[in-house]
């Protein structure tokens, strides 16, 4: 299916020409010619008969963006000036900063906030640790880990290639949850070496998200620093994805009239996301699972290509021992979810499955099935894309999750908190809102992170697992 023109592939054209409506038609007409569509254009300066103005236009790929410029560029009269790519414009400088949260503007303030009264805060903090996390960023700041080796739909590509990743993770986390958040990105892939280091920077932050770190490293990693940190250590591609798929299936079962603990499922994939959703299914009592890798199913006493995190899976999933592929273990059931790879089947290989059957296919950009192709045959289907109906976002969980950690002074994560914040993400919708079409809210709801920060909080503290915010005696 062709592409549509979206900001993906945005670009800026600067042009200067004679001010008429034929030059500017003509610069539309070699635009839209190239498959670009005009999103918006605004008037830089008029000198006398010339204008210089610039030009914003949505395209399919890179290729096209190309095209468009170029075209405009062998149009006679017309100068282009700058050709930029919005994505990169946006990235200029990175797209997150620092901001003072009290004002420096008299010989007062900075004896306050410096030298010397900062000197009586910092004795107390040595002497009482606790205080750290009342008069010191760790109220309210998070560091988002990475070493870049699993970064969604890239890779290994390392912590450099990571960063803007991170950068807008941070962005979703201050936005969406009004949380601090800073990327570490780490030039190392050695798990000794990641823990040692994020154990190091501990004392700066209230929490831990780890990201795009390859499994079954990625599982190593957070176990170890659950056991020797004492803030809250979260694994997005696991947790998060995990509480946001719990959410639209609580949903999507009330659409086929189905109870979860009466229903089976396949997962495609077991990897970091596999396994944790696979584990949260199970929390919430489904009936069976058959986990699938590119082996084909994982069951007991399969000895190719297994690690310690297949191994938990095959003692407790796959109840019958079903062996056999992906297609193979399709047939009744009532749940596919895809976190594994693009087009690994069609419409047809879900002819098998029971009747009224949910499928979520969140690989990204290309889901494990077209929504086309699927839906004759099913009937809810979710991806992890924008560009269809109910998408399946971890921005719905991680900033409510992490805001209800930092105010509720969580010392760990558990998953009661992540069945929690599944639970409170699917009340977002609303009885009559709800449809097949309407599992999930949209990332935009405002709703939806107070919300989860109030079940997870709450939560926490029914759970004990909190510290207080010490306050400082006079």
């Known amino acids: 299916m062709p592409a549509a023109p979206s900001p993906n592939f945005r670009i800026k054209i600067r042009v200067k020409y004679k001010n008429t409506p034929e030059m500017f038609l003509s610069i539309v007409e070699a635009i839209t010619k190239t498959g670009g569509s005009i999103e918006s254009t605004n008037v830089v300066s008029i000198e006398l008969n010339d204008i210089i103005r610039d030009i914003i236009i949505d395209n399919s790929s890179y290729e096209n963006a190309h095209s468009a410029a170029e075209s405009v560029k062998s149009l006679s009269g017309i100068e282009v000036i700058d050709v930029c790519d919005s994505i990169f414009e946006m990235h200029t400088g990175g797209k997150i900063e620092i901001k003072c949260k009290s004002p420096l503007i008299s010989r007062d303030d900075l004896s306050m906030a410096y030298t010397p009264g900062v000197a009586?805060?910092?004795?107390?903090?040595?002497?009482?640790?606790?205080?750290?996390?009342?008069?010191?960023?760790?109220?309210?700041?998070?560091?988002?880990?990475?070493?870049?080796?699993?970064?969604?739909?890239?890779?290994?590509?390392?912590?450099?290639?990571?960063?803007?990743?991170?950068?807008?993770?941070?962005?979703?986390?201050?936005?969406?949850?009004?949380?601090?958040?800073?990327?570490?990105?780490?030039?190392?892939?050695?798990?000794?070496?990641?823990?040692?280091?994020?154990?190091?920077?501990?004392?700066?932050?209230?929490?831990?998200?780890?990201?795009?770190?390859?499994?079954?490293?990625?599982?190593?990693?957070?176990?170890?620093?659950?056991k020797e940190l004492d803030i809250p250590v979260f694994h997005d591609d696991q947790h998060g994805t995990a509480a946001v798929v719990l959410a639209a299936l609580i949903n999507a079962s009330k659409i086929v009239g189905k109870k979860i603990e009466e229903m089976t499922a396949v997962v495609s994939g077991a990897g970091a996301a596999g396994i944790a959703c696979t584990k949260a299914l199970m929390a919430m009592g489904i009936a069976d699972i058959i986990v699938c890798d590119t082996k084909g199913s994982i069951y007991d006493g399969r000895k190719e290509g297994m690690n310690s995190a297949k191994e938990y899976l095959a003692?407790?999933?796959?109840?019958?021992?079903?062996?056999?592929?992906?297609?193979?273990?399709?047939?009744?059931?009532?749940?596919?979810?895809?976190?594994?790879?693009?087009?690994?089947?069609?419409?047809?290989?879900?002819?098998?499955?029971?009747?009224?059957?949910?499928?979520?296919?969140?690989?990204?950009?290309?889901?494990?099935?077209?929504?086309?192709?699927?839906?004759?045959?099913?009937?809810?289907?979710?991806?992890?894309?924008?560009?269809?109906?109910?998408?399946?976002?971890?921005?719905?969980?991680?900033?409510?999750?992490f805001r209800g950690l930092l105010d509720s002074g969580a010392v760990k994560v558990t998953g009661e908190m992540v069945v929690a914040a599944g639970k409170a993400i699917a009340a977002q919708v609303a009885p009559n809102e709800l449809s097949v079409d309407y599992i999930i809210p949209s990332v935009f709801n405002k709703k939806v992170a107070p919300a989860v920060a109030e079940a997870v909080s709450n939560t926490a503290i029914d759970s004990g697992l909190i510290r207080e915010y010490v306050q400082k005696e006079f």
């Open 120 to 226: 009586r805060v910092s004795k107390a903090l040595a002497e009482n640790p606790s205080l750290g996390h009342t008069y010191t960023i760790r109220r309210n700041m998070i560091a988002v880990v990475s070493d870049g080796s699993a970064v969604l739909g890239l890779g290994n590509i390392g912590p450099l290639g990571a960063m803007p990743v991170m950068e807008g993770k941070a962005m979703l986390f201050k936005e969406f949850g009004g949380v601090d958040a800073f990327p570490i990105c780490l030039d190392t892939q050695d798990s000794d070496e990641i823990v040692s280091i994020v154990k190091a920077l501990s004392p700066v932050f209230g929490g831990i998200n780890l990201e795009d770190i390859s499994a079954p490293r990625c599982f190593d990693i957070e176990e170890r620093l659950i």
């Open 315 to 401: 003692k407790k999933t796959n109840k019958n021992v079903k062996v056999g592929s992906l297609k193979d273990c399709l047939t009744g059931a009532d749940l596919l979810l895809g976190v594994s790879g693009p087009g690994l089947l069609n419409g047809e290989d879900l002819k098998v499955m029971a009747e009224d059957a949910i499928v979520f296919a969140l690989s990204n950009p290309i889901p494990e099935v077209m929504p086309e192709e699927a839906m004759p045959y099913i009937k809810v289907m979710a991806t992890g894309r924008s560009d269809y109906p109910n998408q399946i976002n971890n921005v719905l969980c991680f900033p409510g999750l």
